[in-house]
């Protein structure tokens, strides 16, 4: 079973904790070069400040809609290293089904500001490396340490979102969705 779908079944039975351990351990025990980094590093926004923005998003929303279901997604970092933020969409309607994402292209929520990431710019520097360097041509080997760090900062960023939403109460209870793009694991907080 691939690294992606094992992933995935864990952010199915809302175990983002267990996704992240098990890609530390894998970076951990194979010679990953400079994607070492992605183990101990960590998103350092305020979780209090990012659930502040979660709220003033959907505060706004609600003004226009009956906003049933709020979505964040990281940008493509992997290939945009020199800048990594997430996005907030808001939804009139959700859907419980885990495999079923097709609505998530259909958010009613005017464009929002982005939200910048900080904490990670050990892992940033190891994708412009992998990139600018042209690794994939060079070690072509390496491609499974790339795609698990890749899954990784997918999962921590899916943590941290999680940690906000502990951090303290959202202005009106439901489902918040969370990945980056180009991912199809998505997980999902509900209250």
Not at 19 to 27: P, Q, R
Not at 43 to 55: D, K, Q, R, T
Not at 69 to 84: K, L, P, S, T, V
Not at 185 to 191: G, K, L, Q, T, V
């Amino acid at each position: 079973m691939s690294l992606w779908q094992i992933v995935h079944d864990h952010f199915k039975n809302n175990d983002v904790p267990g996704a992240i351990s098990l890609l530390e351990e894998y970076i951990s025990s194979r010679d990953s070069q400079k994607f070492a980094c992605v183990v101990d590093a960590s998103f350092l926004n305020p979780p209090a400040s990012v659930l502040g923005e979660l709220n003033r998003f959907i505060e706004t929303n609600e003004k226009q809609f009956d906003v049933k279901a709020a979505y964040i997604e990281m940008n493509g970092f992997d290939i945009n290293y020199d800048r990594w933020y997430f996005d907030l969409f808001a939804y009139s309607s959700y859907s419980p089904q885990f495999d079923e994402t097709e609505w998530l292209c259909e958010w009613q929520s005017p464009p929002w500001p982005e939200v910048e990431l900080s904490g990670m710019a050990s892992a940033q520097q190891a994708f412009a490396w992998y990139h600018k360097q042209r690794i994939w041509n060079s070690q072509p080997d390496f491609k499974p340490i790339y795609e698990a760090a890749m899954l990784l900062v997918m999962a921590k960023f899916a943590g941290f979102i999680g940690s906000v939403l502990k951090a303290g109460r959202l202005t009106k209870p439901m489902p918040v969705l969370v990945t980056a793009h180009g991912f199809e694991s998505i997980a999902r907080y509900e209250p």
